[in-house]
């Protein structure tokens, strides 16, 4: 399927992008403070690119997809598609471009509605977009789940029938209902057994080739993201911290908070033995979150100005070679 995106342009661009949680106290529940879940965060992908974004759990990734998609509405930024804002479009020019954006849940339980029944699940978008109706409908349907690797036969299943493998590959039908160009994975596998995740990871990569779909790639398992992805962000408490392709970000690392990051990540050779860098304390609350760096609390190289100066960007290398860090020590 063609990407209808020249090659050398970016198929997303997301730029400065807030997402702040309004804190509310008080009688009349004003609004006292703001959750900083995502702030000013840029980056591109490009067509038929797997984009990988991991960090800890809280640090803002699950909320910078639902944020593109417009699940969650922004505070600030703008996210081109195809040469549009999403963030700019009313309801009517949003609805249609959703046929060409979706998601694939992290949770293949809660994200499926257990009273109907798998055809009317993978079938609805056709429907609520008005694509197919009626033996057109049944035949589009039985035509995805045998692609994602189920049988024509579970068409009339309910989701408590099935595993949650299969219930992924429910999901991944209905992701693909619409011929999606771009698809946000929001821990797409992580609630899958391992054996289960490789299978859908390489069906992921599969119908990537088949039908150019480029992927958001939300998660924080490393070795996942090494293996699907081209390119991986980093983010730490709401802000990215390092941008690279994936060898070079696995072989050279720049930020201590990366590189600490991948001291972390088990490796499957027993024999093999790296350093662990140990990071001091906790991660700090987004609701106030520290100055300067937000790292700068648990940075095992931290400088003074770290403590009071936003880290800026310093491309490591050429520009063209994609690495990118937000740290004093390069600059």
């Known amino acids: 399927m063609d990407s209808g995106v020249s090659k050398g342009t970016p198929l ?10 309004p804190v509310r106290s008080g009688l009349f529940s004003k609004v006292t403070a703001s959750v900083k879940a995502v702030d000013d965060v840029t980056f591109d992908i490009m067509p038929g690119e797997t984009f990988g974004l991991v960090g800890e759990s809280g640090c803002g990734k699950t909320t910078v997809g639902r944020t593109i998609l417009r699940l969650m509405e922004p505070s600030d930024g703008e996210a081109i598609f195809e040469g549009d804002n999403i963030f700019a479009m009313d309801s009517k020019t949003l609805r249609a471009t959703r046929r060409r954006m979706q998601i694939i849940f992290q949770d293949p339980y809660s994200s499926l509605n257990p009273r109907m029944t798998v055809g009317s699940i ?80 390489n069906l992921l990569k599969d119908l990537q080739e088949e039908f150019h779909l480029s992927y958001l790639f939300i998660t924080h398992d490393l070795n996942v993201v090494q293996y699907i992805a081209s390119r991986i962000a980093v983010m730490y408490l709401g802000k990215l911290a390092e941008v690279a392709p994936s060898e070079t970000l696995f072989a050279n690392a720049k930020h201590p908070y990366t590189q600490a990051l991948l001291s972390a990540n088990p490796l499957p050779d027993p024999t093999q033995k790296h350093e662990r ?41 050429k520009p063209e070679d994609g690495h990118k860090v937000w740290c004093h020590l390069y600059s």
Do not use: W
């Open 12 to 21: 997303l661009e997301v730029n400065h992008l807030k997402k702040y949680f």
């Open 122 to 201: 993978v079938g609805e978008p056709l429907l609520v977009h008005k694509l197919a109706k009626g033996q057109e409908l049944t035949d589009r349907v039985h035509q995805l789940l045998t692609r994602v690797g189920l049988r024509p036969d579970h068409y009339a299943r309910y989701p408590h029938e099935f595993s949650g493998g299969q219930r992924q590959r429910i999901g991944i039908a209905r992701a693909l209902a619409l011929n999606p160009k771009f698809i946000v994975c929001d821990e797409a596998v992580s609630a899958l057994d391992v054996s289960i995740q490789a299978q859908i990871i």
């Open 277 to 317: 860098i140990l990071l001091p304390g906790d991660v700090p609350t987004p609701l106030n979150p520290p100055s300067g760096c937000r790292f700068h609390t648990r940075c095992p190289q931290v400088m003074e100005h770290c403590k009071t100066m936003e880290p800026p960007l310093i491309h490591i290398g």
